[in-house]
C-alpha cells in the first residue's frame, strides 16, 4: 500500500502519536527530559497536521525535531524504549520523511548504539532501510553506516556476523544501484569527458554524488583486500580478503555498465582490481604438488583455496564484462587459467580452473574475440588455441598421468578388489550389466584408467561446483571424474558455441553476398569469392569474419581433434560418444563450410576410424591421417599426443564379419560405438554433403568397408539391404544390430538421395569418390571368385537415379566408368552389378519427366541411349543379357517414344554372335518379336531396313533352331506390314530419299544405298527379299524350307507393289541367284547318312543325309520360282528378256530333273508342268483366259472378258501397275511365233531330260540310279501339254524321238523296295501310272493325226510299230540295259515275286500290253484302209505280234493275254480280211496269208497244255474261243478261197482236217472224258471240213481231191481205231482198258455218227460213192464193239449205229459214179 495516500498518512500522524505517547509514558519515571520532548513531539506532529497540506513534505522538513525524542529514547540504552524508538524511526524512514540532518543524526546515534554493542540485529535492519527507502544518505554517513555494518559482520556472534553480511552485500549493491539510476536520470544531459590518463585515484570531483559514493566504496574495497588502509570507509577495525573479493566479484558482476561507462571506474579496474588478482594469484603459480621446499630458497606459500577459488570468480567475471578493457591482463589471466589445468597442480585447483573455463567456452562471442585479440595478432600468446591444447593435455594427462599425492584419480583396480568397474566397463552401453542388471554407470576407459562420468552441468551454462563453494576453507576432496567430466562438457560447449556462431554468421553472409553478388551459380560457394566480396565491404581495421572463423578454427582443431579421438576411444557410454561424434561432426561440417581441406578430412577420418574395428588396415584413412598421426603439438613446453586408438577398451561386441580385404583374413569385431560412429557418418555425408568435397572418399571409403562387415548386399535400385547369412558364413550379428541394419540401410539410402539437392560441384566430387572407390573394389576382386564389394556400383547407380533432373551433367563419367571398367571385370557379380546399375539408369532416363520432354531432346535422347549401345563391345554373356532384358523393357514401356533411338536399340537387338548362347539370343529375340508386333508403325520408315536386317540376322544364328523359324515369321509379318502401309511407307522413304540425294549432290559423292537407282520403297522389299534368299541357302533345312515358302509367298502375295522394272532385279539378282546357289549347294552336298537331328529326334530315312536334305531346299526353290513366273507372266513377259530368263530356268528344271535324287528329279516335273500350264496371252484381248497360279492363295483370278479399248485387267491390279509404268497401248503382247519358240524350248528340255533319263545303264555296275515311276510318270504327262503347241511342227523325226523315250521309260523297271507299292496285288491287273500316262499320249497323238494334215498320217506306221511292240510286253518283257531284273511272270506268282531277292523288278507288263493291243485295234479299225497302213503292211505286222501270246496260248504269263489276242485278232481280221482280198492283186498282202496261216495254226493246235488245275467251265468256254476261230475260217476265209492263195486254203484244209480228228488231251479224268475232248471243236472242225468238201460244186479237181483224201483218212482211222479197242478190250479180260482207250473209242464212235449226219446234210452228189462204201464198211467193225463192258462206249455205239438205219433200204437202181 502506498505510503501517500490519505489513509496512509492518517495512520502515519496516528501512529507517531502513539509511538510518543508510549515513549513518554515508558520514561515518564526514568528519563524525565524524554518524556518531554515526546510530548512536545506529539504537540509538533499535531501542529504539522492541522497546518499543511502536504503532510509529508511538512514532516520532512521538520524530521531533524519530529525524530529528536526517538533519538534521545535510544540513548536511554535501555532495551524495551530502544526497540520501540528504532521502530518509530523505521515507520518514518520507511514514509521517506527523514532528511538529511536527521539522517545524520541517526546513523550517530547507531554508531553509538553499535558500539555499546546494543540491538545489533535491530540496527542492521535499520541501516537497511535508511539506505534502501531513500538517497538522503551520502558521503561520510553513507560511509559511516557501511563502516557499522562491516564492523557488526565482525563480533561474536553468529547470527549477527551471517546478518551483517548480508547487509553489507546488500548495502553494497544499493550504493550502485543509486548511481546506475543516477546515470539513468542525467541520461540525456552532456558531462565533460574526463580524458583517461589524468585522473588519479582521488579525482572524483567530476563524478555526481552517488557516482562518486559507489566509486569511494569500490576504491576502499580494492585496499582492504590488498590489506591496506581504505580512504573512505573510515572506523575499519578488521576486514577478510575473502568477504572483500567476494564482493568485488559481486559488483563486477552486477554493475559491469558503470565500469565501462565510467573513465574513473575504468581506471579503478585496471589499476588497482587486476594487479590485486595477480598478486593474490602468486602462491598458486609457484606453487608445484611435491616439489621439496629444499628446492627453492624461501618457503613457497601455499595456495589457499577460498582465496584462489575467489579470485578465479573474480577473473571469470572480469574476462566475461570487461574483456575489451582489459586485454592485455586478460592475456595474463588467461595464461594463468591455463596453467592452472597443469598435472603437478592441486587436484582441487585444477577442477576450479577447469570450470572458470567452462565458463568461458560456452560463451563463443568472447572466444572469437581472443582469437582476434591474441591468436591474430603477431607476436601475441595464441590464447585461443592455448586454452583449447591445455584442456586436451588436461583430459589426456588424466588418463595418462595419475598423481600420486591424490587419491581421487583411482587406476583401475583389478577384478577383484573391485568388481563393479570392470562388470560395468565390460556391458555395453545402454546394456544391463551381467551383475545386478543395474545399468552401469557412464565411463571413461582406457589403458586401464577407468574415469567415470559424471553429470556437472545442463548443456550450454557452465553451472560450477567448486567455484560456488564460498562456505569452504579447506579444499575440498574432488571426486572421481569430476575434472574429467568437466573438461569433456568444456570441450562440447566450446565446439557447439564456436560451430553454431560460425554457422549463423555464415548463413547471414551467404545470404547476403547472394543479394549482393549476381554471382554465377558455381562461383558463389568457393570461399576465396566470399573473402575478396567480404574484404571489399568491410573497413581495413576490423578483421574480416570469415577470416577469424578461419583462425579460430585453425587455432583450435588439433586440440580438438586429439581430446576428442582419445574421449572416443575411451568412451563407454553411449551418451558421451553420441556426443563426441557430434562434436567431432559439427567441427568437420564447419570446416567443409570454410573451405578448410585438411581439418576437414582430420575430423572426417577421426569419425572413419572410430566407425571401424581397431587398427582395421584401411589405406585412405591411413594415408590421409598421416598427416595426423603420432605427431605431437608442443603447448608451451607441454607435449600434446594425438593418441591413435586402442582395442583395449571393453566394448561390447554387436557384430562379426569378413574384412573387405583382397587376401582373405580372419574376421573383425564391430562394437556398438562402431556402429553409432557409423551413423554419425551417415549422418555428416547426409547433412553436409555438399561440403565434404573430396573427403566423400573417406566417408564413402569407410561406409562401404562397414557395409561389407555387416554383410549388406545391395539390392534392387543401389538399396542396401541386410544379406543372407549364407553371404559371409563368418558374419555374425546380434540382434541389436539386426534391428539397426534396416534402419543403417535405410540412412544409407537416404544419403544418397539426398545428393539430389548437393550443387554440381559438390555432385562431381562424390561420383569421382564413387568412382574410385569402385576401382579400388575392381582391383580387389582381380584374380579371384570372392564375392566383390558391389558398394561402389550400388550407389553410383542411387546417386544417378535421384539425379535424373541434371542427368546430363554426371551422365558421362558415370556411364564411362560403368561400362569401360566395371561391365567388363572379369569378376561376375561385378560385372552384374555394372550392367545392372548401367541399365537402371537408362531406363530410369528414359522414363524421367524432363522439363523439355525427350521427345524435344534428340540429343540427350541419344546420349542416354548410347551407352546401351556400347554394351553390345562386351563380350561377357551375362552383361549382354542385362542389355538385353533392358531393352526388352525399354520397349515395354517407352517403345512408342523412341523416335531417334530406333536405330541404336535395333543395333543393340541385332548385336548377335553365334558365340553368344542361346538365352542371349533368345532373349534379343524376345525384342524383336516385341519390335515388330508392336512398334514398327511408330519407328521412322528409314528404320524399316534395319529391323528387316536384325530379324535376318536372327534366322541365319545357328544357335536356336525355333528362333531361326520365327524370325523367318516375322520377316513374313514385316512384308505384310510393308504391303498394309505402303503408301504411306514410300511417302516417307520418297522424302528421305530426296534429302540423302541433296546432301549427297552437296557433297558431291554418289548415294549409297543397297539395289540403287530402285525407288527407295522399293529397294526395302529388294532387301527383305535378299535376306529371305540368304536365308533359303542356310546349312539347317528347317531354315531353308521355311525361308523359301516365306519367300515365294512373299513375292507371289506382296509382289504387285514393286515398280514393273524392279522386277527384273527380283528375277535375275533373287530368283535366279537363288536356283544357282542351291543347285550348288546340292550338288556339293555331303552323303554322309546322319544319324539323329540333335537330341533323340530320329530322322527319316528320306532326309538322313545333307544331300537329301538339300535336295529338299531345291525343290522347293524350283517349285517357287516356276509359280512366280507362271502367275506373274504377263508381267515378266513385257520385261524384253522373258525368252532368255525362260530358258535360263528350263535349263534350272533340266539339271534339277536329271538329279540323282528322286525328290528333286520328280518335283522339277512337276516346277515343268506348272509352267506349262501358263495360258498364252490372247491376241486381240478376244477371248477370257483364266490364270492358274499354283499354291499361292488369294493371289490368282480369273480374267473377265474386256474390251478392244481397255487394257487387260490382271491379277492384284497388275493392269494398274502397268498402265501406271508403259500406258495401256504399249502393253505388248506376245505374238505366237514367239510363244512358240517358249514351247519348243520346253519340248526340247522335254526330249533332253526324257532321253537322258531312260537312256539304260551300259553296264551292269553295282551302283545306277534308275528313275523312279512318278517320275516317269510325271515325264510323259507333260508331253501332252507340250505337243498341244508345237504338234503342227512335229515331224517323223520328233515321233521318232518320242517314241523312243515312251518305250524306255516304259522298259524302266522299279526298285524292290518301292515294288509292293507300285506293282497291283496278285487279284488285281491294272496299269501302273506310268503306263497309263504312255497310252493317254498316244491317244492324244493318234487323235491329233487324225484330224491334222494328210502329212501327218503318214505317221500311222510308225505309230502301229510303237504301240505293237508295247504289245510285245504282254509275253517278253522289256530288257533295261543290261540290268538284271526278275519278271512277275503272272498275276498269280505275284506274291511270292515280292519277297524275291533281286534288287530290281519288271513290271506285269501284261495290262499295259493288253490296253496297247485295245490301242491298236481301235486304231486299226479306224486307218485300215488308209494308205500308209495298206503299203506298210500294217495288218501283217499285228498278226505276226498277235502270233506270240497266241502260239503260247495257256503258256502265256497270263491267260487274259492269249484271249485278248485272238478276241483282237477276229476283230482286226474281220476288217483287215476285206481290205486284203481287195488289195490282192498288188502283192501287199502276200506275205500275210502264210502268217496267218501259221497264227491259226499255232493257236488251235498249241504245244502248251492246259493247266491241270483247269475247271469243266473253263474248258468249256476255251473250246468255244477255238470254235469262234473255226467259224471265222468257214465264213470270212474259206468261202472266198478264189481270192486267196492256194497254199493257204491248204494249210487251212490241213488243219481242220486235223481238228476234226486229234482233239484229245491226254490228261483228262475219266469223268471229265466225254467234255474235254473238244468234242464240239472237231465237230465244227469236220463240219466245216465237210462243208467246205461237199456243199459247194467243186470247181477245181485239186479241191475234190482234198476232201476226198480227208474223208478217206478219216473213215480209215476210225475203222483202225475201232478194230484196235475190240481187239485190246478181248485181251484185256475182266481188267478194264486205260482211261484215254475208252476215250478215244468213244471220240471215234461219235465221229462216225457225225460224218454220218454231214453225209446226209450234203447234196447227195457232192458225195462220191466210195465215201459212201467207205462208210457202210465200218458197220461191221461197229457190231464187234456191241462186246464192251464200257457203259460210255456202249451209249456212243448206239449212237454210232442209230444213223446206219437209213442204209437198211434197197439202193437206188443208178449208183453215181466216183469218178464222174
Known amino acids: 500500500m502506498s505510503t501517500t495516500t490519505p489513509e496512509a498518512i492518517k495512520k502515519l500522524l496516528e501512529n507517531l502519536q502513539s509511538d510518543l505517547r508510549a515513549l513518554s509514558l515508558e520514561c515518564k519515571k526514568k528519563f524525565p527530559p524524554v518524556k518531554e520532548a515526546a510530548e512536545s513531539g506529539i504537540v509538533k506532529i499535531k501542529t504539522i497536521a492541522a497546518r499543511n497540506t502536504d503532510v509529508l513534505a511538512a514532516l520532512k522538513e521538520n524530521s531533524s525535531e519530529v525524530v529528536q525524542p526517538f533519538l534521545m529514547g535510544c540513548g536511554t540504552k535501555e532495551q524495551k524504549i530502544t526497540h520501540l524508538c528504532l521502530a518509530a524511526i523505521q515507520r518514518l524512514m520507511s514514509h521517506e520523511v527523514v532528511s538529511e540532518a536527521a539522517a545524520e543524526n541517526i546513523i550517530n546515534m547507531l554508531w553509538q548504539l553499535m558500539e555499546n554493542g546494543l540491538e545489533e540485529l535491530k540496527l542492521l535492519q535499520t541501516v537497511l532501510v535508511l539506505l534502501t527507502t531513500n538517497t538522503v544518505v551520502h558521503d561520510e554517513a553513507l560511509s559511516k553506516a557501511i563502516v557499522l555494518c562491516f564492523r557488526l559482520h565482525f563480533t561474536k556472534d553468529n547470527i549477527t556476523n551471517n546478518t551483517a553480511a548480508a547487509t553489507v552485500r546488500q548495502v553494497v549493491t544499493v550504493v550502485f544501484e543509486r548511481m546506475v539510476a543516477e ?300 575434472a574429467m567430466s568437466v573438461a569433456f562438457t568444456c570441450l562440447l560447449d566450446l565446439v557447439r558455441g564456436i560451430t553454431t556462431m560460425i554457422e549463423e554468421e555464415l548463413g547471414q553472409d551467404e545470404s547476403a553476398s547472394v543479394m549482393d553478388i549476381k554471382a554465377s551459380p558455381l562461383q558463389k560457394e568457393t570461399p576465396e569469392n566470399l573473402q575478396l566480396q567480404s574484404e571489399s565491404d568491410k573497413k581495413e581495421q576490423e578483421p574480416v569474419p570469415r577470416i577469424v572463423w578461419e583462425e579460430m578454427v585453425n587455432a583450435c582443431w588439433c586440440g580438438l581433434l586429439a581430446a576428442l579421438s582419445l574421449l572416443l576411444d575411451a568412451s563407454t557410454d553411449e551418451t558421451a560418444t553420441e556426443n563426441i561424434l557430434k562434436a567431432e561432426m559439427t567441427m568437420a561440417a564447419v570446416c567443409g563450410r570454410l573451405g578448410l581441406v585438411t581439418p576437414r578430412d582430420a575430423f572426417i577420418t577421426a569419425i572413419c576410424k572410430g566407425s571401424l574395428p581397431p587398427h582395421y588396415a584401411l589405406t585412405v584413412l591411413n594415408s590421409s591421417s598421416g598427416v595426423l598421426s603420432n605427431k605431437s603439438y608442443s603447448i608451451q613446453g607441454q607435449t600434446v599426443q594425438i593418441i591413435s586408438p586402442t582395442s583395449e577398451s571393453h566394448q561390447q561386441v554387436v557384430a562379426v564379419g569378413q574384412p573387405l580385404a583382397i587376401q582373405p583374413q580372419g574376421t573383425v569385431m564391430l562394437t556398438a560405438k562402431n556402429i553409432q560412429c557409423m551413423r554419425t557418418l551417415l549422418n555428416l555425408a547426409h547433412c553436409h554433403g555438399a561440403v565434404l568435397g573430396t573427403s566423400w572418399q573417406l566417408v564413402l571409403a569407410t561406409l562401404q568397408h562397414l557395409v561389407w562387415i555387416l554383410g549388406l548386399k545391395p539390392g534392387s535400385g543401389g538399396a542396401l539391404k541386410p544379406g543372407r547369412a549364407v553371404e559371409g558364413p563368418s558374419t555374425v550379428l546380434t540382434t541389436a544390430v539386426m534391428t539397426d541394419l534396416p534402419v543403417i540401410s535405410n540412412i544409407l539410402s537416404r544419403l544418397f538421395e539426398s545428393s539430389q539437392y548437393l550443387d554440381d560441384v559438390s555432385l562431381h566430387h562424390l561420383i569421382n569418390a564413387l568412382c574410385s572407390l569402385s576401382m579400388e573394389a575392381m582391383d580387389m576382386a582381380y584374380g579371384n571368385n570372392k564375392e566383390p564389394s558391389l558398394f561402389a556400383v550400388a550407389k553410383l547407380l542411387e546417386t544417378g537415379l535421384v539425379n535424373m533432373h541434371r542427368i546430363e551433367i554426371l551422365w558421362r563419367p558415370l556411364t564411362g566408368h560403368l561400362l569401360e571398367k566395371v561391365c567388363q571385370h572379369p569378376n561376375s557379380r561385378m560385372r552384374e552389378w555394372g550392367a545392372e546399375a548401367m541399365t537402371s539408369l537408362i531406363k530410369a532416363g528414359l522414363a524421367f519427366k524432363y522439363e523439355q520432354p525427350l521427345s524435344q531432346n534428340q540429343r540427350l535422347h541419344l546420349l542416354l541411349l548410347n551407352p546401351l549401345k556400347e554394351l553390345s563391345n562386351i563380350t561377357h554373356t551375362d552383361i549382354r543379357q542385362k542389355q538385353l532384358e533392358c531393352v526388352l523393357q525399354i520397349l515395354q514401356s517407352q517403345g512408342d517414344s523412341l523416335g531417334p533411338g530406333w536405330p541404336l536399340v535395333l543395333g543393340v537387338i541385332g548385336a548377335i554372335r553365334n558365340d553368344q548362347g542361346e538365352a542371349l539370343i533368345r532373349t534379343a529375340f524376345q525384342c524383336l518379336q516385341l519390335v515388330v508386333t508392336d512398334f514398327l508403325p511408330t519407328m521412322p520408315c528409314t528404320c524399316l531396313q534395319i529391323v528387316v536386317d536384325v530379324a535376318g540376322s536372327f534366322g541365319l544364328q545357328n544357335q536356336e533352331l525355333n528362333i531361326s523359324l520365327t524370325s523367318i515369321g516375322l520377316l513374313w509379318n514385316i512384308s505384310d506390314y510393308f504391303y498394309q502401309r505402303g503408301e504411306a511407307i514410300e511417302k516417307e522413304l520418297n522424302r528421305e530419299e530426296a534429302i540423302l540425294q541433296k546432301q549427297a549432290e552437296e557433297k558431291g559423292v554418289p548415294l549409297n544405298r543397297p539395289f540403287h537407282p530402285a525407288p527407295p520403297f522399293d529397294c526395302l522389299w529388294l532387301c527383305l527379299y535378299a535376306k529371305l534368299g540368304e536365308l533359303c541357302i542356310d546349312p539347317r533345312p528347317a531354315v531353308r524350307k521355311s525361308a523359301g515358302q516365306t519367300l515365294f509367298s512373299t513375292v507371289a502375295a506382296h509382289g504387285t507393289l514393286l515398280q514393273h522394272l524392279t522386277w527384273h532385279t527380283v528375277v535375275w539378282k533373287v530368283l535366279f541367284h537363288l536356283l544357282d546357289r542351291v543347285r550348288e549347294s546340292t550338288s556339293t552336298a555331303d552323303k554322309e547318312k546322319i544319324e539323329t537331328g540333335g537330341g533323340n529326334i530320329l530322322i527319316h530315312h528320306s532326309r538322313d543325309t545333307a544331300e537329301k536334305q538339300w535336295a529338299e531346299t531345291w525343290v522347293l526353290t524350283l517349285a517357287g520360282v516356276a509359280r512366280i513366273f507362271n502367275s506373274r507372266r504377263y508381267l515378266l513377259q513385257s520385261l524384253g528378256d522373258f525368252t532368255k530368263a525362260w530358258d535360263v530356268l528350263l535349263d534350272h528344271i533340266h539339271s534339277a530333273a536329271l538329279s540323282k535324287n528322286n525328290e528333286v528329279s520328280l518335283a522339277a516335273l512337276k516346277s515343268f508342268q506348272e509352267i506349262l500350264q501358263i495360258v498364252t496371252p490372247v491376241k486381240e484381248f478376244e477371248k477370257p483366259e483364266t490364270f492358274s497360279a499354283i499354291g499361292v492363295p488369294g493371289v490368282t483370278a480369273p480374267v473377265t472378258p474386256t474390251g478392244p479399248g481397255r487394257p487387260l485387267p490382271r491379277i492384284d491390279s497388275l493392269g494398274e501397275r502397268l498402265g501406271k509404268y508403259t500406258g495401256p497401248e504399249q502393253i505388248t503382247v506376245t505374238d505366237e511365233i514367239e510363244d512358240s519358240s517358249l514351247w519348243w524350248a520346253a519340248w526340247n528340255t522335254w526330249y533332253k531330260i526324257g532321253s537322258e533319263s531312260t537312256k539304260p545303264p551300259a553296264s551292269c555296275e553295282k551302283i545306277i540310279f534308275i528313275p523312279s515311276q512318278p517320275f516317269l510318270t510325271a515325264l510323259i504327262q507333260i508331253f501332252p501339254a507340250v505337243y498341244q503347241h508345237i504338234k503342227t511342227g512335229f515331224s517323223m523325226d520328233d515321233l521318232k524321238k518320242l517314241g523312243a523315250i515312251l518305250h524306255g521309260s516304259v522298259s524302266v523297271p522299279i526298285s524292290s523296295d518301292a515294288s509292293p507299292f507300285i506293282l497291283p496285288s496278285y487279284t488285281e491287273a491294272v496299269l501302273t501310272s506310268l503306263q497309263e500316262a504312255v497310252l493317254t499320249s498316244l491317244d492324244g497323238l493318234q487323235k491329233a493325226i487324225c484330224v491334222g494334215p494328210e502329212n501327218m498320217q503318214i505317221m500311222y506306221p510308225a505309230l502301229f510299230d510303237l504301240v505293237l511292240g508295247f504289245v510285245e510286253f504282254s509275253c517278253k518283257p522289256p530288257q533295261y540295259g543290261k540290268l538284271e531284273t526278275k519278271h512277275v511272270a503272272n498275276a498269280r506268282f505275284n506274291q511270292i515275286q515280292l519277297f524275291a531277292p533281286a534288287e530290281w523288278v519288271a513290271l506285269n507288263y501284261v495290262p499295259f500290253a493288253e490296253k496297247s493291243l485295245e490301242f491298236v485295234v481301235d486304231l486299226y479299225q479306224k486307218t485300215a484302209c488308209h494308205k500308209a497302213v495298206v503299203n506298210e503292211r500294217v495288218l501283217q505286222k499285228i498278226i505276226q505280234t498277235l502270233r506270240i501270246p497266241l502260239s503260247l496260248k495257256y503258256a502265256c504269263p497270263s491267260e487274259s493275254t492269249w484271249k485278248l489276242a485272238i478276241s483282237s485278232l477276229l476283230k482286226v481280221l474281220s476288217i483287215g480280211l476285206p481290205v486284203a482280198r481287195q488289195h490282192a492283186a498288188s502283192g501287199k498282202f502276200d506275205t500275210m496269208w502264210p502268217e496267218l496261216a501259221n497264227t491259226f495254226e499255232d493257236f488251235l493246235f498249241t504245244k502248251s497244255p492246259a493247266p491241270d488245275n483247269l475247271s469243266i467251265q473253263e474248258f468249256q468256254k476255251n473250246e468255244s474261243v477255238d470254235v469262234e476261230v473255226v467259224q471265222l475260217i468257214s465264213t470270212e476265209i474259206l468261202p472266198y478261197a478264189n481270192f486267196i492263195p492256194k497254199e493257204f486254203v491248204g494249210q487251212i484244209m490241213s488243219m481242220l482236217n486235223k481238228g476234226s480228228i486229234h482233239s484229245q488231251s491226254s490228261s483228262f479224268t475219266e469223268a471229265e472224258i466225254d467234255i474235254r475232248m473238244r468234242e464240239e471243236f472237231s465237230k465244227v472242225c469236220f463240219e466245216t471240213l465237210l462243208q467246205f468238201s461237199f456243199s459247194n460244186k467243186v470247181t477245181t479237181p485239186q479241191e475234190g481231191y482234198i476232201s476226198r483224201m480227208a474223208l478217206s483218212v478219216l473213215l480209215r482211222r476210225s475203222q483202225d481205231v475201232l478194230h484196235h479197242y475190240v481187239e485190246d478190250e478181248r485181251l484185256s479180260g475182266k481188267c478194264p482198258l486205260p482211261r484215254q482207250r475208252v476215250t478215244e473209242i468213244t471220240f471215234v464212235l461219235k465221229a462216225v455218227s457225225t460224218l454220218i449226219d454231214s453225209l446226209k446234210k450234203t447234196q447227195p452228189e457232192n458225195v462220191d460213192a466210195s465215201t459212201w462204201a467207205h462208210v457202210i464198211a465200218l458197220y461191221p467193225t461197229l457190231v464187234e464193239c456191241i462186246t464192251c463192258s464200257s457203259s460210255e462206249v456202249c451209249s456212243a455205239l448206239k449212237e454210232a449205229l442209230v444213223p446206219f438205219k437209213d442204209f437198211m433200204h434197197p439202193p437206188v437202181p443208178r449208183v453215181q459214179n466216183g469218178d464222174s
Open 183 to 482: 546515470d539513468e536520470r542525467y541520461k540525456g544531459v552532456e558531462h565533460p569527458v574526463v580524458v583517461p590518463g589524468n585522473s588519479n585515484r582521488r579525482s572524483v570531483s567530476t563524478l555526481k554524488p552517488c557516482a562518486k559514493d559507489a566509486y569511494m566504496l569500490f576504491q576502499d574495497l580494492c585496499q582492504l583486500v590488498n590489506a591496506d588502509a581504505p580512504y573512505w570507509l573510515v572506523g575499519m577495525t578488521e576486514m577478510t580478503r575473502t568477504f572483500g573479493l567476494e564482493l568485488l566479484e559481486s559488483v563486477l558482476n552486477n554493475f559491469p555498465q558503470v565500469f565501462l561507462q565510467h573513465q574513473e571506474f575504468s581506471f579503478l579496474l585496471k589499476e588497482r582490481v587486476c594487479p590485486l588478482v595477480i598478486k593474490l594469484f602468486s602462491p598458486n603459480i609457484k606453487f608445484r604438488q611435491g616439489s621439496g621446499t629444499t628446492a627453492s630458497p624461501a618457503p613457497v606459500e601455499k595456495p589457499y583455496f577460498p582465496i584462489c577459488m575467489r579470485l578465479l570468480r573474480v577473473v571469470s567475471v572480469l574476462i566475461k564484462h570487461f574483456y575489451s578493457l582489459l586485454v592485455t591482463e586478460c592475456e595474463i589471466f588467461l595464461s594463468l587459467l591455463v596453467k592452472f589445468l597443469d598435472g603437478d597442480k592441486p587436484q582441487w585447483l585444477r577442477a576450479v580452473a577447469v570450470e572458470s573455463i567452462h565458463r568461458l567456452c560456452v560463451q563463443p562471442q568472447l572466444l572469437r574475440c581472443f582469437c582476434q585479440s591474441y591468436d591474430m595478432k603477431p607476436h601475441s600468446t595464441k590464447v585461443f588455441r592455448d586454452i583449447v591444447n591445455a584442456l586436451g593435455s588436461f583430459i589426456q594427462s588424466l588418463f595418462i598421468v595419475p598423481n600420486q599425492g591424490n587419491t581421487s584419480a583411482v587406476i583401475n583396480p583389478s577384478a577383484t578388489s573391485n568388481p563393479g568397474a570392470p562388470v560395468a566397463a565390460q556391458t555395453g552401453p545402454g546394456m544391463m550389466g551381467v551383475t545386478g542388471g543395474v545399468t552401469p554407470q557412464p565411463a571413461f576407459e582406457y589403458r586401464g584408467t577407468w574415469i567415470p562420468i559424471l553429470s556437472v552441468t545442463v548443456q550450454g551454462s557452465a553451472k560450477a561446483t567448486y567455484l560456488e563453494m564460498l562456505d569452504k576453507v579447506e579444499p575440498p576432496s574432488i571426486p572421481e571424474g569430476y
